[in-house]
């Protein structure tokens, strides 16, 4: 079982916006700013999309965007694309160990 | 060219070892903790490992702990997983992967490791 909570599927239809969330406790999501989300597509490595809860590494379109809530992060993807079709995984660092949620695969209708 | 290229993973009977690699260019790779992160096929992410930049500190999952070994040798920018008594459960792509942000902001190809008798 997953330390971290995501919705299993998300799905919606071209140009649509879409939120995945992240349920975690006080302990981690809740505690440290440390949130990073990744996007995997089949059969390839993760993609680090946003860490720090909300920040963009270069490169990655603007469309997706983070936040955090008490014990619970959120990925929205705007302006949904088919190649946003994929997996998403939220995770939480600290200092001596790295969470992850079971996944989220998000389906472009 | 900024990557981490994994080797050494096969297939290994249970209660056997394995010891995978990961080769880091393009970054000065003596600044940043490494981690190791598994995935089973078809199933989600699984942290497996950090060590720190120094090697000084490491920490693992505790599905791993005690049976695995990360360490590292920053004057050939690799570092390593050493698996030990392995286990079916243990069958899965192993991604290394670069600290960074805060975050694993770079990862390898992966390799399949797969246990079987």
């Known amino acids: 079982q997953s330390a971290l909570t995501q919705p299993a599927s998300v799905s919606g239809s071209p140009g649509q916006s879409i939120t995945i969330s992240c349920s975690g406790s006080?302990?981690?999501?809740?505690?440290?700013?440390?949130v990073s989300w990744y996007q995997q597509h089949p059969g390839k490595a993760p993609k680090l999309m946003i860490y720090n809860v909300s920040k963009r590494p270069s490169g990655v379109s603007h469309r997706f965007s983070g936040s955090k809530s008490g014990n619970t992060a959120s990925l929205t993807i705007s302006g949904l694309q088919a190649e946003d079709e994929a997996d998403y995984y939220c995770s939480s660092y600290t200092s001596s160990r790295t969470l992850f949620g079971g996944g989220t695969k998000v389906t472009v209708l | 060219q900024v990557q981490l290229v994994e080797s050494g993973g096969g297939v290994v009977q249970p209660g056997r070892s394995l010891r995978l690699s990961c080769e880091a260019s393009g970054f000065t790779f003596r600044n940043h903790g490494m981690h190791w992160v598994r995935q089973a096929p078809g199933k989600g992410l699984e942290w497996v490992a950090v060590i720190s930049y120094d090697g000084s500190n490491q920490y693992y999952a505790d599905s791993v702990k005690g049976r695995f070994t990360i360490s590292r040798d920053n004057s050939k920018n690799t570092f390593f997983l050493q698996m030990n008594s392995l286990r079916t459960d243990d069958t899965a792509f192993y991604y290394c992967a670069k600290e960074g942000l805060p975050a694993l902001d770079l990862w390898g190809r992966g390799t399949l490791v797969t246990v079987s008798s």
């Open positions: 006080s302990s981690d999501i809740g505690y440290y700013d440390y």
